[in-house]
C-alpha cells in the first residue's frame, strides 16, 4: 500500500528534491538539475513567486521506500487574471505504478480542493513561467536548459487518473545551413525599410533593461494562453538565477522610432556541464562549468521572443531568428526555440517559415474537481 504524507521537517523536503536520482537511474537522457537550485525556487524566503501563492508538497513510499512525489500549487496570481479557480500539481515523479499515481495525484487533488479549486491543471514546477509541461513526444532527445524531461510511462499514469490534453507547447528545432540562413535572409530582407533597429543588451544597465523587459513581456503574452503576468520581483529573481549563464550578445531588444517594441533571449545550452555536474556544484561540478566556456557551447535555446500587440505587425520576429543564425560566425549546429504554444500562430508561423520543425511535445494537462 502506497503512504502519501506531506512535506514537513527539512530532511523531507531533501528526500523530496533527491528522488529524481532514483526514478531516472540508468537513463542517459536525464539532464540532473542543480540541487541548490532547485532548493531556492521552491524556499518562500527566496522566490518571490510564494508572495502570491502557496504549495504543499507531497511524498509517496511503499514498504518503507520512497517511490514518488508531487506538489499541490495555488497561485492566485494566475487565478485573478483569469478569473478562474484552477489548482496546479507539479513536480510530479514516480515509479512507474498506477496506484502510486493515483495516490499522489488525489493528495494533491485533494488539497487543492479544501482550498477551493474547482480544476486541477499541470504540471507545472512552480508556474507556466518555469519549466512546464509533461513531455509527450521527442523524448529521444536530451532536453535543453530549463525544458522539462520525464519517463515515457508518465503520460499514461496520468491519463488514467482522469487527466485529458488542456494545451500542447512545441520545442521547434533548426538546422544551421545555407538553405536555411537563405530562406531567413529573404524573409528578414524584406523588413528593413520599416524602421526598426536592433540592440544587445547592455549589462552596465541591467535594472533598466530589466524594467524593459518587464513591459514587453506583459504586453506581448497577455493574451497567450496561460499567462501570468510578472512582477519586478519575479523579472529580477529569473535574471539572477541565469546571470551566470546570460551572454548579452544573446539578448536583442527591437526598437521603432527609438523605443523598445520587443525583445529576444536565448541562452547557451549548459546542460552538457549541468549533466557531468550531477546535481552540485561542489566539490567538483564547478570544474565542468569552468571547462565549458559558455561561447564555446554548440547550441542554444531561444527562451523568449516577443513584440508588443502593437507592432507585431511589422513582422520583427525574423529579424531576431536573422541574428541568432549568425551568432557566433553560425559555426553551431543547430538551436532550439520553444516552447510555443501549439495555438500560437504568430509564433508558429514564421519559425516554420525560417525551415524549422516541432520536435518535441510538451503537455499540460487538466482535471475536473
Known amino acids: 500500500m502506497t503512504d502519501i504524507r506531506p512535506v514537513r521537517a527539512p530532511r523531507d523536503l531533501d528526500a523530496f528534491l533527491r528522488l529524481p536520482w532514483e526514478i531516472y537511474r540508468g537513463d542517459a537522457t536525464w539532464v540532473p538539475p542543480l540541487l541548490s537550485a532547485e532548493r531556492k525556487v521552491l524556499d518562500p524566503a527566496r522566490n518571490p513567486f510564494w508572495k502570491h501563492a502557496e504549495a504543499e508538497h507531497f ?8 517511490v514518488g512525489r508531487v506538489s499541490a500549487i495555488v497561485n492566485r496570481m494566475h487565478n485573478e487574471t483569469h478569473g478562474e479557480k484552477t489548482g496546479w500539481f507539479g513536480y510530479f515523479e514516480t515509479e512507474n505504478d498506477p496506484a502510486t499515481a493515483k495516490a499522489l495525484l488525489g493528495a494533491a487533488e485533494q488539497w487543492l480542493r479544501a482550498k477551493g479549486m474547482e480544476r486541477s491543471r499541470g504540471p507545472a514546477n512552480p508556474s507556466m513561467n518555469d519549466p512546464c509541461g509533461l513531455q509527450v513526444e521527442g523524448l529521444e532527445h536530451p532536453p535543453y536548459v530549463l525544458m522539462t524531461y520525464n519517463p515515457p510511462y508518465y503520460a499514461a499514469l496520468v491519463e488514467g487518473c482522469g487527466y485529458l490534453k488542456s494545451m500542447d507547447l512545441l520545442a521547434h528545432r533548426f538546422h544551421n ?58 523579472i529580477r529573481f529569473a535574471a539572477d538565477d541565469m546571470k551566470a549563464i546570460l551572454l548579452p550578445e544573446l539578448v536583442y531588444f527591437a526598437l521603432h522610432e527609438g523605443t523598445e517594441v520587443g525583445f529576444a533571449l536565448a541562452l547557451p545550452d549548459i546542460n552538457q556541464a ?15 562549468f569552468l571547462k565549458f566556456n559558455l561561447r564555446k557551447i554548440p547550441t542554444f535555446r531561444i527562451v523568449a521572443l516577443g513584440v508588443k500587440p ?9 529579424l531576431f531568428y536573422q541574428q541568432y543564425l549568425n551568432w557566433g560566425d553560425g559555426r553551431y549546429p543547430c538551436a532550439e526555440v520553444g516552447w510555443v504554444l501549439e495555438s500560437n500562430e504568430l509564433m508558429n508561423r514564421p519559425i516554420k517559415a525560417m525551415g524549422a520543425k516541432p520536435y518535441k511535445r510538451y503537455r499540460i494537462y487538466e482535471k475536473p474537481l
Request: proline share 4%.
Open 274 to 288: 549541468l549533466k557531468r555536474a550531477n546535481g552540485r556544484l561542489f566539490p567538483f561540478g564547478w570544474w565542468w
Open 177 to 234: 545551413d545555407e538553405r536555411v540562413r537563405a530562406r531567413i535572409d529573404r524573409i528578414a530582407g524584406t523588413l528593413q525599410d520599416r524602421g526598426v533597429t536592433l540592440r544587445n543588451a547592455d549589462p552596465s544597465r541591467f535594472e533598466r533593461e530589466l524594467r524593459i523587459v518587464m513591459g514587453i513581456y506583459n504586453e506581448a503574452w497577455s493574451k497567450n494562453w496561460g499567462f501570468t503576468p510578472m512582477t519586478e520581483d519575479d
Open 310 to 318: 502593437s507592432h507585431q505587425n511589422l513582422g520583427i520576429g525574423p
Open 59 to 66: 511524498l509517496a513510499r511503499r514498504d518503507g521506500r520512497l
